[in-house]
């Protein structure tokens, strides 16, 4: 019941071969996802995430800057501190090693997450209609 945080295979970092310039999970002079430090069976000291909480800023070699964000509601288990040395991995591998970090849902909210996800072949439509759209 975890969710492991990663860039869509449709984000624009991943689309345009854009080359990441660094990423930061500093959030705000008082919140740093770094800080997150979680201890015990009951994750105690873990950072609440709501579903529009940032996780971190993705700066490319072109000036843009891309905010990521939790998408859930749960407990921040793990932040990816292996891309903050190698940010190359996020494009070369952003399914496995190049995940942003991972996150705990509440149990009872558990369910009604993976029940409002998409499966792969509905994905791939949604992306089929926003191409068909913008063009």
């Known amino acids: 019941r975890i969710c492991v945080i ?3 295979e449709a984000h624009p970092l991943l689309q345009s071969g854009k080359t990441i310039k660094n990423i ?47 998408c859930i509601r749960g407990r921040l288990i793990e932040v990816n501190e292996n891309i903050l040395s190698n940010p190359a991995l996020l494009q070369e ?20 997450v993976t029940q409002g996800l998409l499966t792969q072949k509905e994905y791939e439509e949604v992306l089929l209609k926003r191409l068909n759209s913008s063009s």
């Open 93 to 112: 591998k952003p399914l496995t090693e190049g995940y942003i970090a991972v996150v705990l849902p509440k149990f009872e909210e558990s369910k009604s």
């Open 6 to 8: 990663t860039l869509a």
């Open 24 to 70: 930061n999970y500093q959030i705000s002079a008082n919140c740093s996802r770094l800080q997150n430090k979680v201890s015990g069976k009951s994750k105690r000291g873990a950072q609440f995430l709501t579903e529009l909480a940032p996780l971190c800023r993705i700066s490319s070699s072109d000036g843009e800057e891309y905010t990521i964000y939790s």
